[in-house]
């Protein structure tokens, strides 16, 4: 894949855009902005920031991309800090806060922050670094997840870090928080079209990829591709497709990944396989390949996202992109890609999700022309592109640059 720059994009969002952004970037020219989060891989995170780093730096900017060092203890914490964080009832005493703030305080000694003219820390995982850090600069908290309605507890506690922070990231005006002293502001995740996940693929080789998969393509396919995780819900999928296919003749297809950070996520695989164990009308996969995601989201007839909490769901613009319908829970940031009924439906329960599934199965004219409005809606929305010129504009509002 090698280097990102920002011209290659200039065939998809046109002359004019590129050179707004390359404008709007001139004052950064020399800045350090450090990004940190806890995972390389598995999860939209590491993704964004795969992509924007490598911008940022095309563009003259001096961005880092690092990565906190936790521990088996840790992560199962920051796993619990995360289900509260999207409403499940959790317990914290003075043990977990110890190690939770325990890894976060060696980190500080490791990334040596002082160096940066911002810092943008990714998540809970990584929120109480600001509390070791001597803080030079001003330091803003990205959080991805679904803080509509926190646990009570939990969100006093994390207060006590955020509060600390310059600024707060969010990914949907309903997670804005009125007990929290940060200005908080909306920025919207997004995905990379010059990523091997959504770069264009012929049909030919798709079908290729996923017959060797052993995936019979004699019948439409619905597939979820989501890390596994009990908020994704692929527990749920499979009533839904239990409910669907007997109005329809269909298949599914859940592809997932097990994100480092997440210590939950194996058992929720395990308990997947287990429902469709002996079907041969439902595959399961725990494969991290971009490959196969992408040819999957392109033969798929229907994609779903029925997850339970969401903090936006990457996967819902990605088969867009593609030219596929998607059928998304309407929670979190899913509704913000989805508008119901012109590239696809939101649905409540497992019956809606059901019937919208067979409804798009019977009407191939119908998921075309969702298709087609789907992937300009992306273009329109949820790029990179977009999302970097969103990171520069409040970068130079932070740093005191510009307009």
């Known amino acids: 894949m090698g280097k990102r ?40 995170v590491a993704e964004i920031l795969d992509s924007l780093v490598l911008l940022m730096n095309d563009l003259g900017i001096k961005a880092g991309w690092r990565l906190l060092k936790g521990s ?31 890894i976060c305080e060696r980190n500080s000694v490791f990334n040596h922050f002082e160096k940066s003219d911002l810092v943008i820390a990714h998540d809970p995982q990584v929120l109480p670094l600001i509390k070791f850090c001597k803080k030079t600069q001003p330091w803003v908290w990205r959080c991805h997840v679904d803080i509509t309605e926190p646990d009570k507890n939990l969100w006093k506690y994390l207060k006590t870090f955020i509060n600390k922070y310059d600024e707060v990231i969010i990914s949907d005006e309903s997670y804005r928080k ?29 079908k290729e990829i996923l017959c060797d998969l052993g995936i019979k393509l004699n019948k439409p396919i619905i597939s979820q591709i989501s890390r596994y995780d009990f908020w994704k819900d ?48 439902i595959k399961v996969f725990l494969k991290d390949d971009i490959i196969i995601v992408n ?14 909490r969401e903090g936006f769901a990457l996967t819902v613009s990605e088969a867009l992109w593609k030219g596929t319908p998607v059928i998304g829970s309407n929670v979190g940031g899913i ?18 999700c059901a019937d919208r599934t067979v409804e798009l199965l019977k009407n191939k004219k119908m ?37």
Request: proline residues 4%.
């Open 234 to 281: 692929q527990i749920g999928v499979i009533k839904a497709f239990e409910i669907a296919r007997k109005k329809a003749n269909c298949q599914l297809v859940l592809l997932g990944n097990l994100a480092t950070d997440d210590p939950e996520g194996n058992g929720v695989y395990k308990e997947v396989l287990k429902m469709a164990k002996g079907r041969d009308d």
């Open 5 to 44: 720059k920002i011209d290659q994009y200039e065939k998809i969002i046109g002359r004019k855009k590129i050179k707004e952004i390359k404008e709007e970037a001139g004052p950064l020219e020399g800045k350090y902005i450090t990004h940190i989060n806890s995972t390389y891989y598995g999860g939209g």
């Open 178 to 206: 009125s007990d929290i002293k940060p200005p908080q502001t909306v920025i919207m995740p997004s995905i990379d079209p010059l990523n091997e996940k959504n770069r264009k693929l012929s049909k030919k080789m798709a």
């Open 72 to 102: 088996e203890p840790f992560f199962k914490i920051t796993k619990l800090f995360h289900n509260g964080a999207q409403g499940a009832s959790v317990k914290i005493d003075s043990k977990i806060k110890k190690v939770y703030e325990g």
């Open 295 to 308: 040819a999957l989201q392109r033969l798929s007839a229907v994609v779903l996202q029925k997850s339970l």
């Open 335 to 352: 509704p913000n890609q989805i508008v119901n009924g012109q590239n696809g439906y939101l649905v409540n329960n497992i019956r809606e």
């Open 367 to 403: 998921r075309d022309e969702m298709g087609k409005f789907g992937r300009e809606y992306v273009k329109e929305n949820f790029l990179i592109t977009r999302h970097l010129l969103d990171y520069i504009r409040l970068s130079k509002r932070l740093l005191g640059l510009g307009d």
